[in-house]
């Protein structure tokens, strides 16, 4: 019976109180060492209240500078039910000579329940910063005093770099191919119409003006994009304003070609040929620019 | 206008016939002046010798130049007469058509390219069919077109309660109250019966449309158990494009009897409208139509197109360039023609028809007749390619809805694609 009663009691002891206004309280903090100035360190603080029970974020400590070393630099509450999660992260600026103990203050946070005020305090919690430099200075060592770190060893990556390049590789010519087939190229192989043109017409007698003439029509139409015929003349001038000064000779070659290739009883001559050949090379020094 | 017929080869031409006779004037000359000469005058002699050198030398440079232009040109001496003839009428006609076309211009204002077209319709005797908004023009238009050619004129309404037999007859009650029936508007005028208007032809059922087809085709239809010609008619219609409620779709059939489907669009300069608008000329229509000279030369109209198709002159070269841009209208992917959106093997049910590829040539003889050429060019078949061509390219279900951006889109791809030479 003693001994029932005794565990009855202890039991008794182990449970929280039903009226306690903070039901759970808990401070979670990182290590307690090995931190340098400059470094931040993180402040979890979880309350969770019966309910009606707010948290006064008034209370909270303000973001800012706290004291001489220690900066406050971000305060989040955030609130699950009756859960309130406190994260606070400090950041330390101070630069100890040698392993030093300091401490993050306590503080008190504020609960309100109607116009109950409830306190819950924040321990103050102890840790270690360490130097950064040596505490000596070794005036004898030659060089310099302050070195950076060894760099760290590569990974290898010859592979990758292959890889990459072939890649590119790859979408390059793709993208070469693609501009190919979207034209363009145009300007390029424009600007050796009349020379391919010329070239063709080299060999070429009186007996020949058809082939000829039929060479002069493809270059004009595939320096003009479609088929050029004598009316659309005007529209060819207004994309190729440089082919204005050969006008006369563009407007004998297609009322010549018209009369050839359309109408009955036409009779070449050998100066015919020279004419078109004469135009053909006006028309190539305008493709070069020299015209 | 021939370039073979111009006045220098006309006379080289001749010369063969002049050498014959002149060989026979200088001998019988010669043996005159020698009997004259023995007998009164001795210094005559040297005269007379001086004389007839020239004359032969003359006739015989002649006759040189006329073998050489006949074995160029291949041309008959004997046929060049005629054709001397011929020419000159062509050329007549030619100022006629393009006063006439001068005419109508003047009263039906800002539709140049629609009465150019009307033109060539007419005298390559080809039906059009006019597509535009309401009161754009397209009743005056033909309104004054018939005035002009003169010829007996009949126009009907299309109405969706037409049948075709309204077109044939009409029957009512005369004054002593006895039932009679009398011609209707096909008729009517019998086989003088020159420019049949359709108006709103979309709105007449396909009983009536199948009527139309064969007047237009065979230019004949059978009535009161025997046939009635018509040698003279041309068949003018019009349908509005904006209201489809109530309306048929001409059968393609019908379509492809049209020569030329002319869209009528509204005038876009400001003068053109500002005429139209405040000018009380163009206020009262039948005034204006009035105003139109009768030149009554449409009966003339069917030899003279017979004439004109004959001499103007189409080239091998043309004929390949004609046959591409046909081939273009049945299979356009083959020529490199893409529209945006349009899977191109999928878009045409049917392309051009023969009929209408003949038509199109009649059409592009006679653009270069009104050229003041004797051949055809490219461009003339390019300039009636639009009219001739799209009406007659149907769609697939899937593109005809589209079809009012499709189409001119595609003309207009087949005529940049294809090259001539």
Not at chain 2, 46 to 59: G, K, M, Q, S, W
Request: overall charge neutral.
């Amino acid at each position: 019976m003693k001994i029932v009663l005794i565990l009855a009691f202890s039991l008794l002891g182990c449970s929280g109180s039903i009226d306690e206004p903070i039901s759970y309280f808990n401070v979670e903090t990182p290590r307690p060492f090995g931190y340098v100035n400059g470094d931040e360190i993180p402040q979890r603080i979880i309350i969770e209240t019966r309910s009606g029970i707010t948290l006064q974020t008034g209370s909270l400590p303000a973001k800012g500078q706290i004291n001489r070393w220690l900066n406050l630099n971000e305060v989040t509450v955030k609130q699950t039910g009756q859960q309130y999660v406190i994260d606070l992260r400090y950041q330390v600026f101070y630069a100890p000579l040698e392993v030093k103990s300091l401490i993050l203050p306590g503080f008190t946070a504020q609960l309100s329940h109607g116009e109950k005020s409830i306190s819950q305090n924040i321990p103050a919690w102890s840790f270690t910063l360490s130097p950064l430099r040596e505490l000596v200075v070794r005036q004898t060592e030659q060089g310099e005093y302050m070195r950076p770190d060894s760099p760290p060893i590569l990974l290898a990556n010859t592979l990758a770099m292959y890889g990459l390049s072939a890649s590119l590789a790859v979408a390059a010519l793709i993208a070469a191919y693609l501009s190919f087939l979207y034209g363009f190229f145009p300007n390029r192989l424009r600007r050796t119409l009349f020379k391919q043109a010329l070239r063709k017409l080299a060999g070429l007698s009186k007996a020949d003006m058809e082939q000829a003439l039929t060479i002069v029509h493809h270059a004009l139409n595939n320096l003009n994009g479609q088929p050029l015929f004598y009316n659309q003349l005007s529209r060819f001038y207004r994309r190729n304003p440089e082919y204005l000064q050969i006008s006369s000779q563009l407007d004998w070659f297609f009322n010549y070609s018209n009369r050839y290739f359309f109408s009955a009883g036409m009779i070449t001559v050998t100066q015919d040929l020279q004419q078109l050949t004469d135009l053909c090379e006006r028309c190539r020094k305008i493709e070069r620019g020299s015209l | 206008m021939h370039s073979n017929l111009s006045s220098p080869w006309v006379c080289l031409y001749l010369m063969p016939i002049f050498l014959c006779a002149s060989l026979t004037d200088v001998h019988e000359r010669h043996e005159k002046h020698e009997k004259v000469y023995s007998k009164n005058n001795s210094g005559l002699k040297p005269r007379l010798v001086a004389e007839n050198v020239l004359t032969h030398f003359i006739y015989l440079l002649f006759s040189c130049f006329s073998c050489l232009s006949w074995t160029v040109h291949n041309i008959n001496p004997t046929t060049l007469i005629f054709r001397m003839s011929t020419d000159t009428q062509l050329t007549d006609w030619r100022d006629k058509a393009l006063q006439f076309e001068q005419q109508i211009n003047q009263t039906v204002i800002g539709l140049q390219p629609a009465v150019r077209n009307i033109i060539l319709a007419v005298f390559a005797r080809g039906h059009v069919l006019l597509e535009g908004n309401v009161g754009v023009g397209k009743t005056t238009l033909l309104r004054a077109v018939a005035q002009g050619l003169g010829g007996d004129y009949q126009r009907i309404e299309g109405t969706i309660d037409l049948m075709p037999a309204d077109l044939i007859y009409y029957t009512y009650l005369n004054d002593q109250g006895r039932p009679c029936v009398d011609p209707g508007p096909l008729l009517k005028h019998g086989d003088t019966l020159a420019t049949f208007f359709f108006n709103e032809i979309n709105r007449a059922r396909p009983q009536v449309h199948a009527l139309l087809l064969r007047a237009m085709a065979e230019r004949s239809i059978n009535a009161f158990n025997r046939d009635y010609y018509f040698p003279h008619i041309q068949v003018f219609a019009d349908r509005n494009r904006v209201e489809k409620e109530e309306t048929f779709e001409l059968p393609a059939a019908a379509k492809d009897r049209f020569m030329m489907e002319i869209n009528i669009d509204m005038p876009s300069a400001d003068t053109v409208l500002d005429e139209l608008m405040f000018n009380p000329r163009f206020h009262d229509t039948d005034q204006l139509i009035r105003g139109v000279t009768n030149s009554d030369i449409y009966y003339q109209l069917n030899e003279l197109a017979q004439t004109l198709q004959q001499l103007i002159q189409t080239s091998p070269k043309l004929h390949t360039y004609a046959l591409t841009l046909w081939k273009a209208t049945h299979q356009p992917q083959l020529y490199g023609i893409q529209l945006a959106d349009v899977e191109m093997p999928q878009l045409l049910m049917a392309g051009a028809s023969p009929r209408g590829m003949s038509y199109l040539i009649r059409a592009a003889k006679t653009r270069a007749w009104l050229e003041r050429r004797d051949h055809v060019l490219p461009e003339d078949l390019q300039a009636v390619f639009p009219v001739c061509m799209t009406h007659r390219l149907f769609l697939n279900p899937m593109y005809a809805y589209r079809k009012e951006q499709l189409l001119p889109e595609l003309i207009k791809g087949i005529l940049n694609q294809v090259a001539a030479p």
